[in-house]
């Protein structure tokens, strides 16, 4: 299991390297930023579990930093953000608090209270995630979304699926109940694959004027909930892709690195340029790459890639 990665943004060099130290002795993963703007190129190519930052900075200040994500990175909203600083009038709190400051830690650091706060806020993030269910997300999508049971039956369409099969006068009913030699196709291609006959495989529908393209994947040794075991995805070929990192954390229950090693390798970075791109060794790209594989059911490059690339994002809301 990869280790949550905490970004520490502090401008004191002793206490930034006391912070990273405590929290790398406590099993986390830290980033460490020693003013705004550098935390800021961090953020453009990871994705952190929670962010601490001290108010008092040169230039940007934590207040502003705050208030910048706020209104440049929406997708940030739902990373817990902890103030640190040695202000503790009551005053300062309430202007952290309004500014949407999750959390507030006054210095000289208690660092027992630092690891115990992380951790409930990790918590409490992880069991709110649980609660709004992993077929929510499928809504923001696109492109449709089939998920299926061991026996190839349907256990969840999400709003894109449903729209583009109507359209192709396909039914994705409970029981498959479709018509034509397309319905029969798709049918069939989601009982083999949810019955383990094939790991993935691609199919080009044509249903009199309206063409579909199903990708098939099953997943691999990451379980799907609630007894899926496999995913249809459903597009239309001719619609402009793009790319959403964040949803396809979510819909993947990818690590913040492995969605940014996924996202660069869509891109078409090679994976010594993605080592490069993220300042880390070629091993554990690979690693990462590994990881991704088997939480999306992929089992080559080439394959990820077009899983990728077969989503595009809904712009506006469900």
Not at 60 to 82: E, K, N, Q, S, T
Not at 197 to 206: I, R
Request: proline share 4%; with cysteine.
């Amino acid at each position: 299991m990869t280790a949550p990665l905490i970004l520490c943004i502090e401008d004191e060099p002793s206490l930034r390297d006391d912070i990273a130290a405590e929290l790398t002795e406590a099993g986390y993963a830290v980033i460490a930023a020693g003013d705004a703007p550098q935390a800021l190129r961090h953020l453009e190519r990871q994705r952190p579990d929670l962010i601490l930052c001290d108010i008092v900075m040169p230039g940007m200040d934590g207040h502003a930093l705050l208030a910048h994500l706020r209104g440049a990175r929406p997708d940030l909203d739902d990373i817990p953000f902890v103030f640190l600083t040695a202000l503790s009038a009551r005053e300062q709190m309430i202007e952290g608090r309004r500014a949407g400051a999750d959390d507030y830690l006054t210095k000289p650091i208690d660092y027992d209270l630092l690891r115990a706060m992380i951790a409930a806020r990790l918590d409490r993030m992880a069991r709110l995630r649980a609660a709004q269910g992993g077929t929510a997300v499928l809504d923001r999508l696109a492109v449709g979304v089939v998920l299926l049971a061991a026996d190839g039956s349907l256990r969840h369409a999400n709003r894109a699926a449903r729209d583009l099969a109507r359209q192709a006068g396909i039914d994705l009913g409970a029981n498959w109940r479709t018509g034509g030699e397309a319905g029969r196709k798709l049918a069939a291609l989601a009982e083999r694959v949810a019955r383990g006959q094939t790991g993935g495989t691609a199919l080009l529908l044509d249903t009199g004027g309206r063409r579909l393209m199903v990708l098939a994947r099953r997943f691999g040794a990451a379980a799907g909930q609630e007894g899926v075991t496999a995913m249809l995805t459903l597009s239309d070929p001719e619609r402009p892709q793009a790319l959403d990192a964040a949803t396809l954390r979510q819909l993947f229950d990818l690590t913040p690195t492995e969605a940014c090693v996924a996202r660069l390798v869509a891109e078409g970075l090679r994976r010594d340029q993605v080592a490069e791109r993220l300042g880390v060794s070629g091993t554990t790209v690979a690693f990462h790459l590994r990881n991704i594989f088997d939480k999306t059911g992929t089992r080559r490059q080439a394959d990820l890639v077009a899983l990728i690339l077969s989503m595009p994002m809904a712009r506006a809301d469900p």
